[in-house]
């Protein structure tokens, strides 16, 4: 948990950041959306200390980030930057190995370390641990990046849009990739983006920067439905929010209970971690009214009718 | 329709006709170059004594008829390969056969002139002789350029000519030719004299590395100082070698007068003090600016994520930034070695020892041999050095940065 208390950063009479005050819960996806110049990058560099707060503080488990050198502070939090900062001059695996080696780790167990992370990332250990940088595509390069992160297993990650110099269709393998790493690792994790889909997508809860100042911070949807400024009802967008409504919540969590004589599955079926923006495409598509909800077995969850799908994108 | 002919450029076919086919145009310039030095200068000059002008001599006139009948085969052989062949192996094959030749002719030439047990006559190459030489060299280096050979075959190269020259020395083989003569004479000056050279030059260097590092970091990291220290640095360049000596030889000396322990370590208004000090002047900008230019060139992502995972400063620098910026840093220590090299020869006007001291001697009293006796190991040390250097530069630019 990374706790931010009134948090500031002046460079002469501008204000960067402006008392900024948030919680960031354990195991979870905080995404900081905001233009550029709305000081998130700032709030996010002041938490390991790159910037230095003007006053304010951050506790990082109840611990003060003052409280020791910044330089041992940051060796306990991942960091990846755009454009991912991988060391041109050495290899994948030594890339990987750079916090633990910081932090004294004996080779054997940087070495097992390296060819797990390796692993969880789908990059085979034995291609790609002797690769340069320059030799990887960038995508493969940005996965290096979040996997010299999360190295030394820190409890917290600070990533600076970390998928801003990906096309379109890497990213979005990328951002999948991250929910997938964050449910394995259970890593607290903090984001930075100027792109609000990637908000929407990635934050299990989303604050709202602009100026400097903090202007909402709250669950997606409730930034949908309730936003808080004429700004956040500007950035979440008035003819998409519907949309953005229904690409928040899952099959699963909306299905209706099967009637009992309905075991039987026909027509659509979908998997219970599909959004309701997928099922309803897929059945105007179809032109289907109906679609059977299954579990990762094939097990019959649940139903979903179009006139339910279209129930959970109304404002609340 | 038709268009003037005189318009339309040539075809193809017929420019190439004009330009002789097949016929290398660097080879047939040095063929031409080659010839006229053997056919219109003299090969060697047979002198009486060290000092006395000499009288031109051919090649026929100083080999025996069958002797100079071989030497003129295997140069016109030399010449069909240099205008005909493409194989840049053999050319270079050519071009050492040739430099051999040319060697083995004077070194035959030294020993038909000179009467057994002489020491005062003197047998010089001549001017026919040093453009051969220059137009072989010229052919075996582009041979060597278009081979491109990898760091370590220009090294191996290097040492393989180093060492052939060496043998031939030892087994005297040019015992007779003037400048060996020179060196038979000061062989002791000789080893004194390299051995300043030597120190003088990487001295120098040393120093000036320990100072423009942190000097270079300083202009990185600081941008206001880089102008200033820069200016100052590239106003030191401006000041020719001999006036910076002058300049130094007052505050050192007055030093030496009143400050006893100065005197007590060598420093004086002469001598290698005012040598050494004006070469690290100069040897500063090249590093510095290299300094710069190098962590200039490291990406700023680079360096956030060393601080942001947990680098201090100094691992950062040391073992990113610095590792990152070394082919550029190498090239600027390359830079200055190379120049030291030649320099530390001017230095032996004030005193300060090395080759220069056979250069400047040989020109007070008229002895080109002695001239050569000094400036021909300061270019063999200063192609060596950036051969070295070079092949260290480009080993280090493998290493992906």
């Given amino acids: 948990m990374i706790v931010i208390e009134s948090l500031t950063k002046r460079y002469g009479s501008t204000t960067a950041v402006d008392a900024v005050s948030m919680t960031v819960e354990r195991n979870s996806i905080t995404v900081i959306v905001g233009t550029s110049g709305s000081g998130k990058s700032t709030l996010l560099r002041m938490i390991n200390r790159l910037i230095e ?130 449910r394995k690792f259970g890593t607290t994790i903090l984001l930075v983006t100027h792109d609000i889909d990637e908000a929407f997508r990635l934050g299990d809860r989303v604050a709202v920067m602009s100026e400097g100042r903090l202007i909402q911070y709250d669950r997606p949807e409730v930034l949908l439905t309730h936003p808080a400024d004429p ?42 971690s599909a959004s309701l923006r997928e099922v309803l495409s897929e059945l105007l598509w179809r032109g289907s009214e109906c679609a059977t909800v299954v579990d990762r077995d094939g097990t019959p969850q649940g139903r979903l009718t179009l006139a339910a799908i279209l129930a959970h994108g109304r404002s609340r | 329709m038709s268009t003037p002919g005189f318009l339309l450029p040539r075809p193809a076919s017929e420019r190439d006709a004009a330009a002789l086919p097949g016929v290398d145009r660097l080879g047939a310039l040095l063929v031409l170059v080659g010839a006229a030095g053997l056919v219109l200068l003299p090969f060697v000059y047979f002198k009486a004594n060290r ?82 030489l220059a137009a072989l060299a010229l052919l075996a280096t582009d041979a060597i350029t278009r081979m491109r050979p990898g760091p370590g075959a220009r090294v191996l190269l290097l040492i393989a000519f180093l060492g052939a020259a060496g043998l ?56 206001r100082l880089r102008p200033g220290i820069l200016g100052a640095l590239n106003i030191i360049q401006t000041i020719p070698s001999i006036a910076l000596f002058g300049i130094l030889m007052a505050p050192l000396g007055a030093l030496a007068a009143h400050v006893p322990l100065a005197a007590s370590v060598g420093i004086r208004g002469i001598g290698a003090a005012p040598a050494v000090v004006a070469l690290f002047l100069y040897s ?14 490291v990406s700023p992502a680079t360096v956030e994520a060393a601080l942001g995972m947990g680098m201090t400063r100094w691992q950062t620098l040391t073992s990113v930034e610095l590792v990152l910026a070394l082919p550029v840093i190498i090239t600027g220590i390359r830079i200055v070695l190379v120049q030291n090299i030649g320099l530390v020869t001017v230095a032996a006007l004030i005193g300060g020892g090395g080759f220069g001291t056979f250069v400047f001697g040989g020109i007070g009293q008229a002895a080109t041999d002695l001239v050569l006796l000094g400036a021909i190991p300061t270019v063999v040390l200063a192609f060596s050095a950036a051969v070295l250097l070079d092949a260290l530069v480009e080993l280090l630019d493998r290493v992906p940065r």
Avoid at chain 1, 58 to 73: K, M, N, Y
Avoid at chain 1, 106 to 127: G, K
Avoid at chain 1, 232 to 259: D, H, I, K, Q
Wanted: aromatic share 4%; proline share 7%.
């Fill in chain 1, 53 to 182: 707060p003007t006053s304010g503080r951050v506790l990082i488990e109840g611990r003060d980030t003052e409280s020791e050198p910044a330089h041992q502070l940051r060796r306990r939090i991942g960091y990846v930057i755009q454009g991912h900062g991988l060391f041109p001059h050495r290899t994948v695996a030594e890339n990987i190995g750079t916090v633990p080696r910081l932090l004294g780790w004996d080779a054997s167990r940087i070495r097992a370390r390296v060819a797990q992370l390796l692993e969880a990332l789908q990059l085979d250990p034995a291609l790609y641990s002797g690769k340069y940088p320059h030799q990887l595509s960038g995508g493969q390069q940005q996965r290096v990046g979040v996997a010299r992160a999360l190295a030394a297993e820190p409890a917290v990650l600070l990533m600076d849009e970390p998928f801003g110099a990906l096309d379109p269709i890497i990213r979005g393998k990328a951002q999948d990739d991250l929910l997938d790493i964050q």
């Fill in chain 2, 284 to 297: 500063l900008l090249p590093i510095v600016a290299n300094t710069a230019a190098g962590l200039e060139r």
């Fill in chain 2, 51 to 132: 000092i006395v002008p000499g009288d031109p001599l051919g090649l026929a006139q100083v080999l025996p008829a069958w002797a100079a009948l071989g030497f003129r085969a295997t140069l016109a052989a030399v010449a069909a390969v240099a205008l005909l062949a493409a194989n840049a192996p053999l050319r270079l094959a050519a071009g050492l056969a040739g430099i051999v030749a040319i060697a083995m002719a004077l070194a035959a030439a030294a020993n038909a002139l000179t009467p057994p047990h002489d020491l005062v006559v003197r047998v010089a190459p001549g001017a026919g002789f040093w453009l051969l």
């Fill in chain 2, 168 to 223: 031939t020395f030892a087994h005297g083989t040019f015992d007779n030719v003037s400048v060996m003569r020179e060196y038979a004479v000061n062989a002791s000056a000789f080893k004194v004299a390299a051995r300043q050279h030597i120190l003088l030059s990487l001295g120098s260097l040393g120093a000036a590395v320990i100072v423009s590092l942190p000097l270079g970091i300083a202009c990185h990291r600081m941008p």
């Fill in chain 1, 231 to 272: 700004l956040v009802a500007r950035m979440t967008g008035s003819t998409e929010r519907a949309m953005r409504l229904l690409s928040l919540a899952t099959a699963g969590e909306a299905a209706l209970p099967l009637a009992p004589n309905e075991a039987a599955t026909s027509g659509l079926v979908v998997p219970t």
